[in-house]
C-alpha cells in the first residue's frame, strides 16, 4: 500500500481494520473459512500450472506435462464449487458434473486461442523467448538490443 508508518494515527489506520476484521473471523465457523482457503489453495495450484504450460507452449516443449493436471485440476475445482455448501449447492449429480465439464471446456478453450494469439504475437527476439539471456540485457519487453542479437 506504500502507506509510511510515521506516526501513530497511520499505523492505527492499519492496524485497527485487520483487528476488526480479525475478531469477526474468529465469530465465524473456521471450518467454512477453511474450505475457502483449500479451494483457493486448488485454484492458486491450477493457476501456476497453467502460467508453466503457457511458457512450456511459448518455448516450444514438452507443455502437456503442465496442461493435463491443470485441466484435471481445474475440472475438480469447478466442480467443488459448483456443488458444496460454499458454493452453488447443486450437491454431486449428474448436472454439476456436466456444468463443471462444459465451464472446463470453456476455460480451456479460452486460454488456449489466447495462448495461440500469443505466440503468434511474440516476435522471436522477445524477452520472454530469450529468458537464457542476463536480466536486464533487454531495453524493453519485446526488443532485444542490436549488441545481443550480434552475440
Same mark, same amino acid.
Given at each position: 500500500m506504500n502507506i509510511k508508518q510515521d506516526s501513530m494515527k497511520k499505523i492505527l489506520m492499519?492496524?485497527?481494520?485487520?483487528?476488526?476484521?480479525?475478531?469477526?473471523?474468529?465469530?465465524?465457523?473456521?471450518?467454512?473459512?477453511?474450505?475457502?482457503?483449500?479451494?483457493?489453495?486448488?485454484?492458486?495450484?491450477?493457476?501456476? =500450472? %497453467?502460467?508453466? !504450460?503457457?511458457? &512450456? /507452449?511459448?518455448?516450444?516443449?514438452?507443455? *502437456?506435462?503442465? =496442461? %493435463?493436471?491443470? !485441466?484435471?485440476? &481445474? /475440472?475438480?475445482?469447478?466442480?467443488?464449487? *459448483?456443488?458444496?455448501?460454499?458454493?452453488?449447492?447443486?450437491? &454431486?449429480?449428474?448436472?454439476?458434473?456436466?456444468v463443471g465439464l462444459v465451464a472446463t471446456v470453456a476455460i480451456m478453450a479460452l486460454y488456449w486461442t489466447t495462448g495461440v494469439k500469443q505466440k503468434v504475437a511474440l516476435s522471436p527476439e522477445s524477452e520472454l523467448l530469450n529468458d537464457h539471456l542476463p536480466i536486464g540485457t533487454f531495453s524493453s519487453i519485446d526488443a532485444v538490443p542490436a549488441a545481443v542479437v550480434a552475440e
Open positions: 492499519m492496524t485497527i481494520p485487520l483487528f476488526v476484521i480479525s475478531f469477526f473471523l474468529t465469530k465465524v465457523d473456521f471450518n467454512l473459512i477453511w474450505r475457502y482457503f483449500n479451494w483457493a489453495n486448488q485454484v492458486t495450484a491450477v493457476i501456476a =500450472l %497453467l502460467m508453466s !504450460t503457457r511458457y &512450456l /507452449y511459448l518455448k516450444n516443449k514438452n507443455y *502437456l506435462v503442465t =496442461l %493435463l493436471p491443470a !485441466t484435471f485440476m &481445474l /475440472y475438480a475445482c469447478v466442480v467443488y464449487i *459448483l456443488s458444496e455448501p460454499i458454493g452453488f449447492r447443486m450437491g &454431486l449429480q449428474t448436472a454439476t458434473y456436466l
